[in-house]
């Protein structure tokens, strides 16, 4: 059994092949796969669901992910979700700022799925 | 409490001379030196400005060690005297004052003495006193230079000639008309006739003229109307003094006269060169270039002078014959030939920082006049005149060198400045405008190469755990395969961009059926668009565009696949085709959420993108802005608007003869 088995896992992201793989992904590793294209969506989603791990893409055309991140992690309280950012903005900065305002992990793509389930691992225990 | 050096200036432009002047004495001396700056407040015309560089000037001084003091007082040579005499009065030792002259027109300057003067008469004694002069050495007229008396030709000799003839006609005929009251037309009354031929011969020809008419007048009374008449002797004291009087009238009245009628002349020239500086100033003050300065300049200051100017920007400096330094210049215009006597001339206005050459104490022998472009920061260049053979200058002459060339050296620097600002500024915005690019670049490459990788990575893991379906080896297939292809449009977008921007792509239009483009896109979008059905509609049968085919399918596919992104999954995308007034075009409406109206016009911006980040469906921004570059290249244009039902609707237009499809018709 992997350690996703039943896990509630949300991914906001625009790009739409890009939840398309998550998607094959995560639930051949058992998780409850729930997917949301704009920070609305994906907010509202996050208090319906209350899911386990965020993945959440920073460039989203409504708001920036960056501004999303404390929300998130401010509004369910006790049980907050694990975030793990997933975005092309690699520079150091923008790093930094996303760990703190909450996020627990942080991958840039382009990335190999093998990279991402490690990193949701460690961030999940 | 000693003082050594003491530099005096006003608001003058030229303070600097005085400064420079002091500056150089103290480099042979080494010792303390203060600057007054009795500043005037009057406001007057370009107040702020003289101010301004005024205050400069006093920065540099302090930067090289002065104390400075800075006086706010109406009439500034008062106050400059009542401080020196203060400091004397306090004990202080001044070894040296340095204080500058300017020419001062009007009877004024001749009665009163300059500040310069007073101050060198009353301090002489304590301390030497160096008076810079501001202004050339022609700057500052005599009296009898303000009467013009150099301009003197036949003509000025004909005129009291005929003006006396005229007034002794006039006289006779008074007499022979007049013969009952002959006993009241006497000696007094034939006098005054001629006293107003002086007076009109003054006013007209000048002092000269109006002398010669005097004299002349005088002879002719003292002949045929004082007895004995028909001789020029003198028979009794009282017509010897009647005479004499009369003389002595028509010489103080042609002297009144002459000066009245140089003073007009004077404030005529004045004011054409006025107007002519104004005008010089209002063109200057637009242009945004040293070239376009010189240009301007060289064009207005010949016909104000009418002759022949040049400027001189220094190059660089190198060691002639002897040994000395020579500065070599650049000349605007180019075609302006110097002589041996005038380089020198030249040269020795640069070095000193004087004026030089036609009429000044340097370069003597030269035909050219130069005078120092130069403000207090900074030496621009020199300006040359060349001064005609024959040519006398007149008294204005060396002022309105001196301020033409004040306003040049100012032109020059308001430029200079400018242009720096205007560079760095420059240099930020296109630093800002190459990481915004970098970074949308990267993200537009960047994502989908994150499908891709992502996809196949996901496949690789499915397979060695062996778990893998069809349909999810299908999906993830045609995923990487969709995105390798929007990478792919979206490098060929790039390039495309790169090489239109460097003029390498050319364009090869020729005669095409425009459904062919269409079947390309169609056929190259499939995999991409899915379920997506495109509507095509319109009758072009036997229409013929000429077109770049290759470009236009790539536009129409751009197009689109925008069209595609920003409307509703399935959501249909019309195609019609048209041939209407002179155009044929193709119109691609979507039934997205349109576009917002104030983005219509800024669609095709190439970095309108760039405002966005990372926050749009990657690979959009170029491709509208390849789109407008190809269309126009074509000779045709595209543009956008919101349909009245919804969504947005882009048009491309080609120009397109219609009578050729009537012929195809027929």
Not at chain 2, 126 to 151: D, I, Q, Y
Not at chain 2, 520 to 540: F, H, N, Q, W
Request: hydrophobic letters at 40%.
């Amino acid at each position: 059994m992997s350690f996703l088995e039943n896990a509630k896992i949300l991914v906001i992201d625009d790009t739409p092949s890009i939840r398309t793989f998550l998607r094959i992904s995560m639930t051949d590793y058992g998780a409850i796969f729930h997917e949301a294209a704009t920070a609305g969506e994906g907010q509202s989603l996050c208090l319906s669901e209350k899911p386990d791990l965020v993945i959440l893409d920073l460039g989203l055309p409504d708001r920036d992910g960056l501004d999303l991140l404390p929300e998130i992690v401010g509004r369910t309280k006790g049980d907050a979700p694990k975030i793990v950012v997933l975005s092309v903005r690699s520079d150091r900065k923008t790093r930094e700022l996303a760990y703190a305002r909450g996020a627990s992990g942080y991958v840039t793509k382009p990335f190999i799925m093998d990279d991402l389930i490690e990193t949701i691992e460690h961030v999940l225990h | 409490m000693s003082l050594d050096v003491l530099v005096c200036i006003n608001g003058h432009p030229r303070s600097h001379m005085v400064v420079d002047a002091a500056l150089r004495k103290l480099k042979e001396t080494g010792s303390s030196w203060r600057v007054l700056y009795v500043d005037p407040t009057d406001g007057g015309v370009g107040y702020t400005r003289r101010h301004e560089r005024t205050m400069r000037l006093l920065e540099r001084a302090e930067a090289a060690g002065a104390e400075v003091v800075h006086l706010e007082v109406a009439d500034s040579g008062a106050a400059k005297i009542d401080y020196i005499q203060a400091c004397f009065e306090a004990g202080e030792e001044i070894t040296h004052i340095f204080v500058g002259q300017i020419a001062e027109n009007g009877l004024s300057a001749v009665l009163k003495r300059s500040t310069a003067d007073k101050v060198a008469r009353k301090f002489g004694h304590r301390s030497h006193v160096t008076v810079v002069p501001l202004e050339g050495a022609l700057a500052k007229p005599s009296f009898w230079e303000r009467l013009n008396l150099g301009v003197f030709s036949w003509e000025h000799i004909m005129a009291p000639v005929v003006a006396v003839a005229a007034a002794f006609l006039i006289a006779e005929c008074v007499r022979a008309m007049l013969p009952m009251i002959m006993h009241r037309i006497n000696m007094h009354n034939i006098a005054l006739i001629f006293l107003l031929a002086c007076v009109i011969v003054s006013l007209r020809f000048g002092l000269l003229s109006a002398l010669v008419a005097s004299a002349l007048s005088f002879a002719v009374i003292n002949y045929f109307y004082v007895v004995p008449i028909g001789q020029f002797n003198l028979s009794t004291l009282t017509d010897f003094i009647n005479i004499t009087i009369y003389l002595g009238a028509a010489i103080i009245v042609s002297v009144m006269g002459g000066h009245v009628r140089a003073s007009v002349e004077n404030a005529r020239l004045k004011e054409r060169r006025s107007r002519a500086l104004y005008d010089i100033h209002q063109l200057t003050s637009g242009a945004d270039s040293k070239h376009q300065v010189l240009e301007i300049l060289d064009r207005e200051v010949h016909k104000l002078f009418n002759m022949e100017v040049a400027f001189f920007l220094p190059l660089g400096s190198r060691e002639d014959t002897l040994g000395r330094d020579e500065v070599t210049f650049s000349r605007y215009p180019s075609h302006s030939q110097l002589e041996q006597k005038d380089m020198l001339a030249l040269q020795k206005c640069w070095q000193q920082g004087q004026t030089a050459g036609f009429g000044a104490l340097l370069g003597i022998g030269s035909s050219w006049r130069f005078e120092v472009m130069e403000t207090g920061q900074k030496k621009y260049g020199v300006f040359g005149v060349k001064i005609p053979m024959k040519a006398r200058l007149d008294p204005g002459f060396g002022q309105l060198m001196n301020s033409m060339t004040d306003h040049v050296a100012a032109t020059l620097e308001r430029v200079e400045l400018m242009n720096e600002m205007t560079d760095s500024r420059f240099r930020e915005e296109r630093e800002k405008l190459r990481s915004m690019l970098l970074s949308s670049v990267s993200h537009d490459l960047k994502t989908p190469l994150a499908s891709i990788i992502g996809s196949i990575s996901v496949l690789r893991s499915l397979k060695k755990s062996g778990r893998v379906t069809e349909e999810q080896e299908e999906t993830l297939t045609e995923t990487a395969l969709d995105e390798a292809q929007r990478l792919d449009s979206f490098i060929t977008n790039i390039l495309s961009m790169t090489r239109i921007e460097s003029g390498e792509i050319e364009f090869a239009n020729h005669e095409h059926d425009p459904m062919e483009p269409v079947r390309t896109v169609l056929k190259a979008l499939k995999p991409r668009l899915k379920e997506r059905e495109v509507k095509v509609s319109g009758d072009t049968d036997g229409v013929r565009v000429m077109m770049d085919a290759m470009m236009t399918t790539q536009v129409l596919q751009n197009i689109i696949d925008n069209a595609a992104k920003y409307s509703p999954e399935n959501a249909a995308i019309d195609l019609s085709l048209e041939v209407s007034d002179g155009h044929f075009r193709y119109h691609v409406r979507d039934h997205g959420d349109g576009i917002p109206e104030n983005m219509l016009d800024r669609i095709f911006d190439k970095y309108e993108r760039l405002n966005k980040t990372d926050s749009q469906v990657a690979g959009t921004g170029l491709g509208l802005a390849i789109a407008k570059s190809v269309m126009g290249a074509q000779g045709g244009d595209v543009t956008v608007a919101n349909h009245k039902e919804g969504g947005a609707v882009f048009t491309l237009h080609f120009p397109f003869n219609d009578s050729e499809r009537m012929e195809a018709a027929q």
